[in-house]
């Protein structure tokens, strides 16, 4: 009997075919209703000698039912996952939703890389207005009114003593107006020329910086200007220094460093030189300490600026000034 | 200023190649930023710094290449013979502080006509046109000897005299008319040197002869003019009057005192040569003697400074040629007397520089200084730059590009933002000279920046815009001279309306708070809180004043329909998102130091109601009225659905919120979350007036 129930089930098993039939497999047999249930209700009247070997019987027959329902069950599970997972197939080749960030204007991208190359040297950051006293921009600087050095920066007026500052210099004044050396800061800021074409810009972008100690000398200058130009340019380029002027350093010094795009070769950006202009610097004028009230003998420094645009022109190959303030997204989407 | 090989070698005999010399001119401060061949010459486009007057000359560049190739300098033979009889002529100065010197030669019996082709060709090589002979000879010289000189037509000028002195000194006026060599009539303030004959003035001095004593094809003799003019002076008058020469370059950045006199001796021998006739005696006022500034100069700052270790020899030997006048001290240093041509030298500084420059600035070692341990910087500016970059990070993560903006805008920008007059935004910051009216003020706010940035991205098919910009803006304190400075983020998002290809896109005011928010908590600034804006430029609907502890710190909004009908932007109904907020008060807001808070013992449970209530109470009331309910089992509430439409009666909406309870002594039981949370709905109903959505 219990044989051809085993038979029934094994038939009955090969149609099952989803959740609801496995179900319904299991409680037909193992319910409390079920076939092999109501059998093991049948023992109590069969003789008791052979009770015991029937018993075995139908409890192997359930044990066997239950593990080919597990089995089952498994299958369909596994089967029905497989279907879910294909149903839910989604196209992966649509653009992310928020994949986009922004782009981080080229000239913000230079200015903090030479920011975090000046404090990794152990510099800090001071700041000063950009709408500056005359006496700042160029008295404190050792540049007096009707100086041809006025000449090198054109300078937007807000009234005879106000302008717009031409250069980040005022900041080394102000700074050491009101602290005292040893000093070690770098001053990025916004200056003003009104001098606009595919090579200037009204308003462009400067990082000043000056170091005063007792004891610093040409040496130092040329020491963190050339490890600055190669963390920032790269270890092999070659780094000159010459003569040149600046009213408020002495010695003044112009910097070029090898032309990043022809390696000295000589092309239309360096102009045939092999030689890209990137630092005007110096020792500071000792008129300069003398307008803040440091004492010139007692302290050495030198100073140092140059132009962020310049920088990013040469380094991203831009040929055009005017496309960094232009905004348009063609452009910044490079960056 | 361009000069010509061949001329230089007239003066000192080098046999470098051109290339050798370029890059020699270069490495001692006269940078050559062109070499040029014409003919079997080179030309080197040279240019000399403000300080370096004495190298506008051959003479002076080539007395630097003397110096540096240890070569001598030759001078011509300016011995004048067959000088005829002293001259009959007088010269006044009337304002010895504006020309400290005034000498004259006058040539008789002159033929002007061309000048020979040699003097053309070196003229035109360095960027002069040739005229005829008696002028081209003043130019010649001037070039040779960086020495300015006039001629003028002795026919023309009247009393037989010179009178050097303004206006204001010579006539009482305090302007007048004068017509220059170019033609142009001229307004020249009172207080410019000029040049008179007996009668009139006849020369701008230093800067332009005048058409009234110019020299013609029919002149016979001539006055040369060699003269010392105060720089300052030259330069006043040449800016007031935007007259530029050749002349007044050369005297603003100062002349050579005792070198005049060679340079007239220079030109009139040149004029006879090339123009016949007589020289005549000089005349010499010199009423104020030049004294040279002697420096004292110590051996060891010299290299203290430079970071050297030279010997006094050393040092010395750089400095061999330069014309300075050395009496050494008892080996401790110097005493320089300065030539007049190097008027640029005036302490000691300036002469270390010589020694550098001929010492070689590529033979200077490049050392790194010690480490000043315990930064000299102030603590707060470093925070400060790390949070700002943090705010840049929060908007260039979240989509939006940065854009840099010239600080500049034009009156009509806050027109277009409606800006009312008494606004502090009207408090502008003018500029004198601005490069265009549309440019004429500093920028109070940087919005219209963004907008001119938005439609020019637009008009170039550029979609889905979000620009975001940290600037200083500028407003007229009407307090101390200069305006406030504050640094800004502002930022605009603009999406075209067109389907999506996703769902659940939310609202875009919602978009940009969102990234304002998130910007703010990755700060750690809180205590936030919104109230309608009145912003004139702002849908008063869907606009908001962002405030931080209470204070206004900047907004956030729609663009009014108004003013986005004012823009220049073909879209249908562009919806226009902007905001812009103080830096100032966002870093100041930020938290500087993080307290660790254990982490919770027991469980949470989480209880969901939705409420029907006036749709005119705003979520953040709501959560307000939730969140003054006194208990301290309630550890969240928000906001996860706000429904108006089907099923819920006009004028009002179902609010969603979640509530999160845990205890921090013990887990709480259904029971007593089950009353908790009643008394919270029964609490919430009463203060809104709401009914609990079936």
């Given at each position: 009997m219990s044989d051809d129930l085993k038979q029934q089930f094994l038939d009955e098993l090969k149609s099952v075919a989803g959740p609801a039939d496995a179900a319904a497999i299991r409680v037909k047999y193992l319910g409390k209703k079920g076939l092999v249930t109501a059998s093991i209700k049948t023992l109590s009247s069969i003789a008791p000698e052979e009770r015991k070997q029937a018993g075995q019987r139908i409890n192997e027959l359930k044990q066997f039912i239950e593990a080919e329902c597990d089995k089952m069950?498994?299958?369909?599970?596994?089967?029905?996952?497989?279907?879910?997972?294909?149903?839910?197939?989604?196209?992966?080749?649509?653009?992310?939703?928020?994949?986009?960030?922004?782009?981080?204007?080229?000239?913000?991208?230079?200015?903090?890389?030479?920011?975090?190359?000046?404090?990794?040297?152990?510099?800090?950051?001071?700041?000063?207005?950009?709408?500056?006293?005359?006496?700042?921009?160029?008295?404190?600087?050792?540049?007096?009114?009707?100086?041809?050095?006025?000449?090198?920066?054109?300078?937007?007026?807000?009234?005879?003593?106000?302008?717009?500052?031409?250069?980040?210099?005022?900041?080394?004044?102000?700074?050491?107006?009101?602290k005292k050396p040893p000093l070690r800061f770098i001053a990025p800021g916004k200056v003003y020329r009104c001098d606009a074409d595919v090579t200037h810009s009204p308003m462009f972008h400067q990082v000043e910086g000056l170091m005063v100690d007792k004891d610093i000398k040409f040496s130092h200058l040329k020491g963190v200007l050339s490890a600055f130009i190669q963390e920032m340019f790269g270890h092999d380029v070659p780094v000159r220094f010459r003569p040149s002027f600046f009213p408020f350093t002495e010695p003044s010094a112009e910097i070029d460093m090898g032309c990043i795009l022809c390696k000295g070769s000589g092309c239309r950006v360096c102009k045939g030189s092999g030689w890209l202009e990137i630092l005007g610097a110096g020792m500071v004028n000792p008129r300069v300490f003398e307008n803040v009230g440091y004492d010139p003998d007692m302290y050495t420094g030198f100073a140092f600026g140059m132009g962020i645009e310049r920088i990013a022109l040469v380094k991203y190959s831009i040929d055009d000034i005017r496309l960094l303030f232009e905004n348009d997204m063609r452009f910044l989407r490079q960056f | 200023m361009r000069v010509s090989l061949d001329w230089i070698k007239d003066y000192v005999k080098i046999d470098a190649t051109p290339e050798a010399i370029a890059e020699k001119l270069t490495m001692i401060g006269l940078e050559v930023e062109a070499v040029e061949r014409i003919d079997d010459d080179v030309v080197f486009e040279v240019n000399v710094t403000p300080n370096r007057a004495d190298c506008l000359s051959v003479i002076g560049i080539a007395r630097e290449l003397s110096v540096s190739y240890g070569l001598p300098l030759v001078f011509p033979d300016l011995k004048i013979v067959a000088e005829t009889a002293p001259l009959d002529f007088n010269i006044e100065i009337a304002q010895p502080e504006l020309c400290r010197r005034y000498a004259g030669r006058i040539v008789h019996n002159l033929k002007v006509g061309p000048s020979p082709d040699w003097m053309k060709k070196r003229l035109e090589k360095c960027g002069i046109r040739s005229i005829n002979n008696v002028v081209d000879?003043?130019?010649?010289?001037?070039?040779?000897?960086?020495?300015?000189?006039?001629?003028?037509?002795?026919?023309?000028?009247?009393?037989?005299?010179?009178?050097?002195?303004?206006?204001?000194?010579?006539?009482?006026?305090?302007?007048?008319?004068?017509?220059?060599?170019?033609?142009?009539?001229?307004?020249?303030?009172?207080?410019?040197?000029?040049?008179?004959?007996?009668?009139?003035?006849?020369?701008?001095?230093?800067?332009?002869?005048?058409?009234?004593?110019?020299?013609?094809?029919?002149?016979?003799?001539?006055?040369?003019?060699?003269?010392?003019?105060?720089?300052?002076?030259?330069?006043?008058?040449?800016?007031?009057?935007?007259?530029?020469?050749?002349?007044?370059?050369?005297?603003?950045?100062?002349?050579d005192i005792k070198a005049l006199k060679k340079a007239l001796e220079r030109a009139a021998l040149l004029t006879r040569e090339l123009a016949g006739g007589s020289i005549c005696g000089k005349i010499d006022i010199y009423p104020r003697q030049f004294h040279p500034a002697e420096i004292n100069v110590r051996f060891d700052r010299v290299n203290k400074l430079l970071g050297?270790?030279?010997?006094?020899?050393?040092?010395?030997?750089?400095?061999?040629?330069?014309?300075?006048?050395?009496?050494?001290?008892?080996?401790?240093?110097?005493?320089?007397?300065?030539?007049?041509?190097?008027?640029?030298?005036?302490?000691?500084?300036?002469?270390?520089?010589?020694?550098?420059?001929?010492?070689?600035?590529?033979?200077?070692?490049?050392?790194?200084?010690?480490?000043?341990?315990?930064?000299?910087?102030?603590?707060?500016?470093?925070?400060?730059?790390?949070?700002?970059?943090?705010?840049?990070?929060?908007?260039?993560?979240?989509?939006?590009?940065?854009?840099?903006?010239?600080?500049?805008?034009?009156?009509?920008?806050?027109?277009?933002?409606?800006?009312?007059?008494?606004?502090?935004?009207?408090?502008?910051?003018?500029?004198?000279?601005?490069?265009?009216?549309?440019?004429?003020?500093?920028?109070?706010?940087?919005?219209?920046?963004?907008?001119?940035?938005?439609?020019?991205?637009?008009?170039?098919?550029?979609?889905?815009?979000?620009?975001?910009?940290?600037?200083?803006?500028?407003?007229?304190?009407?307090?101390?001279?200069?305006?406030?400075?504050?640094?800004?983020?502002?930022?605009?998002?603009?999406?075209?309306?067109?389907?999506?290809?996703?769902?659940?896109?939310?609202?875009?005011?919602?978009?940009?708070?969102?990234?304002?928010?998130?910007?703010?908590?990755?700060?750690?600034?809180?205590?936030?809180?919104?109230?309608?804006?009145?912003?004139?430029?702002?849908?008063?609907?869907?606009?908001?004043?962002?405030?931080?502890?209470?204070?206004?710190?900047?907004?956030?909004?729609?663009?009014?329909?108004?003013?986005?009908?004012?823009?220049?932007?073909?879209?249908?109904?562009?919806?226009?998102?902007?905001?812009?907020?103080?830096?100032?008060?966002?870093?100041?807001?930020?938290?500087?130091?993080?307290?660790?808070?254990?982490?919770?013992?027991?469980?949470?449970?989480?209880?969901?109601?939705?409420?029907?209530?006036?749709?005119?109470?705003?979520?953040?009331?709501?959560?307000?009225?939730?969140?003054?309910?006194?208990?301290?089992?309630?550890?969240?509430?928000?906001?996860?659905?706000?429904?108006?439409?089907?099923?819920?009666?006009?004028?009002?909406?179902?609010?969603?919120?979640?509530?999160?309870?845990?205890?921090?002594?013990?887990?709480?039981?259904?029971?007593?979350?089950?009353?908790?949370?009643?008394?919270?709905?029964?609490y919430i109903k009463e203060k809104t007036a709401g009914q609990v959505r079936g």
């Open positions: 069950e498994a299958v369909i599970k596994n089967s029905e996952l497989k279907g879910r997972l294909i149903t839910e197939a989604i196209d992966i080749t649509l653009p992310g939703k928020y994949a986009c960030f922004g782009n981080q204007h080229p000239l913000s991208r230079v200015l903090l890389e030479v920011i975090d190359i000046f404090t990794r040297m152990g510099f800090s950051v001071e700041e000063g207005p950009e709408v500056e006293l005359d006496s700042y921009n160029f008295e404190a600087l050792n540049i007096p009114k009707d100086h041809p050095a006025r000449d090198m920066q054109d300078t937007f007026y807000v009234s005879d003593d106000i302008l717009l500052r031409t250069h980040t210099s005022p900041v080394q004044a102000r700074v050491m107006e009101k | 000879v003043t130019n010649y010289v001037l070039l040779e000897f960086g020495q300015p000189l006039h001629a003028f037509d002795l026919g023309t000028l009247k009393g037989g005299m010179i009178r050097v002195g303004t206006p204001q000194a010579i006539t009482g006026e305090s302007s007048m008319k004068f017509k220059t060599l170019d033609g142009t009539e001229r307004d020249i303030p009172g207080d410019s040197l000029m040049i008179w004959d007996g009668e009139r003035p006849v020369a701008i001095a230093g800067v332009m002869g005048g058409l009234n004593t110019e020299v013609t094809e029919s002149t016979r003799d001539i006055l040369i003019e060699s003269a010392c003019f105060e720089p300052t002076s030259v330069r006043r008058t040449s800016k007031a009057l935007g007259l530029k020469s050749d002349a007044s370059y050369r005297f603003e950045r100062g002349t050297l270790n030279l010997s006094p020899g050393t040092i010395l030997n750089c400095l061999k040629g330069l014309g300075l006048d050395i009496t050494e001290q008892q080996g401790s240093g110097f005493i320089a007397k300065i030539p007049p041509y190097r008027m640029d030298i005036t302490m000691e500084a300036d002469i270390i520089e010589e020694v550098a420059r001929f010492y070689g600035y590529d033979k200077i070692p490049a050392e790194l200084p010690e480490a000043i341990i315990g930064g000299t910087g102030l603590r707060d500016n470093v925070y400060a730059t790390g949070i700002k970059r943090d705010i840049r990070q929060s908007f260039l993560k979240s989509g939006f590009t940065e854009a840099i903006n010239l600080s500049f805008m034009g009156s009509n920008d806050l027109d277009l933002l409606s800006i009312p007059q008494d606004d502090a935004r009207r408090r502008l910051v003018k500029i004198m000279n601005p490069l265009r009216e549309e440019e004429a003020f500093m920028r109070t706010t940087i919005l219209p920046s963004l907008l001119r940035n938005l439609t020019h991205n637009i008009s170039h098919g550029n979609r889905d815009l979000r620009f975001f910009e940290i600037s200083r803006v500028f407003e007229d304190s009407g307090s101390g001279p200069l305006p406030d400075e504050k640094e800004r983020i502002a930022a605009i998002y603009f999406r075209e309306k067109s389907g999506s290809l996703y769902k659940e896109e939310a609202a875009d005011f919602y978009i940009l708070k969102g990234v304002v928010e998130a910007m703010l908590s990755s700060i750690g600034a809180g205590d936030l809180s919104y109230v309608r804006s009145e912003e004139p430029f702002l849908h008063p609907g869907r606009s908001a004043d962002v405030l931080i502890g209470g204070q206004k710190v900047g907004y956030i909004g729609a663009l009014s329909p108004e003013v986005t009908d004012r823009l220049d932007i073909k879209a249908h109904k562009p919806s226009i998102i902007a905001l812009e907020m103080d830096m100032a008060s966002i870093i100041s807001a930020s938290k500087k130091n993080i307290t660790f808070k254990h982490l919770p013992k027991y469980p949470f449970v989480e209880r969901d109601t939705a409420i029907i209530l006036d749709a005119n109470i705003e979520a953040a009331a709501i959560i307000g009225h939730l969140k003054s309910y006194p208990s301290e089992m309630i550890e969240d509430i928000t906001i996860f659905d706000v429904y108006q439409g089907k099923g819920i009666e006009e004028g009002k909406k179902s609010v969603a919120f979640n509530v999160r309870y845990r205890s921090r002594e013990k887990t709480l039981t259904d029971a007593e979350v089950e009353k908790l949370h009643s008394s919270l709905v029964e």
